[in-house]
């Protein structure tokens, strides 16, 4: 029901239902307490009331109505996009441009998930690096275009500072969650690389910016989204690296239009191999899935993220002020329904999810330093790192799995049977449990499935394998 009369920011009073966040679901697993305390949470729950307005409270300190202020903007500009477009295409939009993703079915988030282009839903590297750099070319591009301009000052750290700003603002309606953060403090580190002349793309400002993250945010290292984003950043950029060493020279201003053309679709499938190849012993490790066609779904999807959705977005922002959004909008919401349609496509082919049984630490880490050792040397003894790598993949298959598993509150029990995979009773709210020990189990039947199946039958006295 909708809330009359309410803005962020407004002290309310309301009854609710607290308790402690919880643990994790077996031992290993995603420690949402964990994650709560690094985040300031200490209790979830939800209301037993509609929340009403408290007239006694007094002023709402000075850094909570910053907040608020930035809040009732980003519900103003998800309002102007609920003008223009409807249904999915609006609430896609309304992620990309605010970060809030409460809107997207969740038929919708499955696809993409599927499909492996969950990432574009979640504002992070490769948006702020495609809004950046946008801003960064287009203040560039405009001060060229007067001589006058071009030819006195360094326009390009002009533009580096424009760019710099306008992700900060990105950062700002774009709900500032802890993802966003850690990409604007990358992307910054790299404009002021350009400040100081010093090359944009490089590892060691790879490395710094890691270093700046790991300083203000040390529980970062064991955060996945962390882990997995810098995988891939250090992947690519160290493929960008080997590649421009080749290309560097005389040859390079040889290069056609059709040949400059092929390296530009060449870069794109080269960049989804490398990055999807680096963070899939991340997501076996810790989601205990692949998806098997990922790479064709971000050769498709990437591009006109890149080139149409994430372009026009930044042109929304910036005709919104004069209500020339429509237009911007319009371009957008085809490109959405363009990725849209992608997602669905690759995750309804045969097999598009491979389910994992969790892998061992010691077979993460070896596939962890070969892949580093790959990457962050030069010389040809670099490659040694493959050594590393199947030493982590053949080491994979070896985790030992449990043959009784018991829930926190000792109501839901799972026992393996002699097929090899787990059977439960049925457990009043045990069905999230359940899906995470599947899950770890490598077993992609749905709770409902493995509690009908049979396996256990119980009487006053206790219960057996049937």
């Given at each position: 029901k909708k809330l009359e009369g309410l803005a962020a920011g407004d002290a309310i009073t309301a009854r609710v239902h607290l308790a402690p966040p919880a643990g994790p679901a077996l031992p290993g697993g995603f420690d949402f307490a964990r994650h709560a305390y690094f985040s300031g949470i200490g209790a979830v729950g939800y209301a037993l009331m509609l929340p009403e307005r408290d007239a006694s409270a007094g002023p709402a300190p000075f850094d909570l109505r910053v907040s608020a202020s930035v809040q009732r903007l980003?519900?103003?500009?998800?309002?102007?996009?609920?003008?223009?477009?409807?249904?999915?295409?609006?609430?896609?939009?309304?992620?990309?441009?605010?970060?809030?993703?409460?809107?997207?079915?969740?038929?919708?988030?499955?696809?993409?998930?599927?499909?492996?282009?969950?990432?574009?839903?979640?504002?992070?590297?490769?948006h702020?690096?495609?809004?950046?750099?946008?801003?960064?070319?287009?203040?560039?591009?405009?001060?060229?275009?007067?001589?006058?301009?071009?030819?006195?000052?360094?326009?390009?750290?002009?533009?580096?500072?424009?760019?710099?700003?306008?992700?900060?603002?990105?950062?700002?309606?774009?709900?500032?969650?802890?993802?966003?953060?850690?990409?604007?403090?990358m992307i910054s580190i790299m404009f002021l690389a350009v400040l100081l002349d010093r090359p944009a793309v490089a590892l060691r400002n790879v490395a710094l910016s890691a270093l700046v993250i790991l300083v203000l945010f040390p529980e970062s290292v064991l955060d996945v989204g962390f882990q997995m984003s810098f995988a891939a950043v250090v992947a690519l950029v160290a493929a960008y690296e080997a590649v421009r060493d080749r290309l560097e020279g005389p040859r390079r201003t040889q290069f056609g239009i059709v040949m400059k053309t092929g390296l530009f679709f060449g870069g794109i499938i080269l960049s989804t191999l490398v990055a999807s190849a680096a963070v899939t012993p991340f997501a076996i490790y810790h989601f205990h899935k692949s998806q098997q066609f990922a790479i064709i779904a971000n050769l498709l999807a990437i591009p006109i993220c890149n080139l149409m959705v994430m372009p026009a977005a930044l042109a929304t922002l910036v005709a919104m002020p004069l209500g020339l959004e429509a237009g911007p909008l319009w371009v957008m919401g085809l490109g959405i329904d363009a990725m849209s349609w992608t997602a669905r496509q690759v995750a309804r082919l045969p097999g598009a999810v491979g389910y994992l049984p969790?892998?061992?630490t010691a077979a993460f880490a070896l596939m962890l330093a070969g892949g580093l050792w790959l990457l962050l040397w030069h010389a040809r003894w670099r490659f040694l790192g493959l050594a590393g790598i199947a030493a982590g993949i053949a080491l994979a298959p070896l985790a030992p799995r449990p043959d009784v598993l018991i829930g926190r509150d000792g109501a839901l029990v799972a026992v393996r049977t002699e097929s090899g995979r787990l059977t439960a009773l049925a457990a009043p709210q045990s069905r999230f449990e359940l899906s995470r020990w599947l899950e770890h189990d490598g077993d992609s039947r749905p709770p409902a499935e493995v509690f009908a199946s049979g396996g256990m039958s119980c009487d006053a006295l206790g219960c057996m394998m049937n």
């Open positions: 980003r519900q103003a500009i998800g309002a102007r996009v609920d003008r223009v477009l409807s249904g999915e295409t609006a609430a896609i939009a309304k992620a990309l441009i605010t970060g809030e993703r409460g809107g997207i079915p969740e038929a919708t988030n499955a696809a993409y998930r599927d499909s492996g282009l969950f990432h574009i839903l979640s504002i992070s590297g490769l702020m690096a495609v809004m950046g750099g946008a801003v960064f070319f287009s203040v560039r591009l405009l001060l060229a275009l007067f001589p006058t301009i071009a030819l006195r000052f360094a326009v390009k750290k002009w533009a580096a500072l424009a760019a710099a700003f306008g992700s900060l603002c990105y950062l700002a309606i774009s709900g500032t969650s802890f993802a966003t953060v850690r990409s604007f403090i969790a892998i061992p």
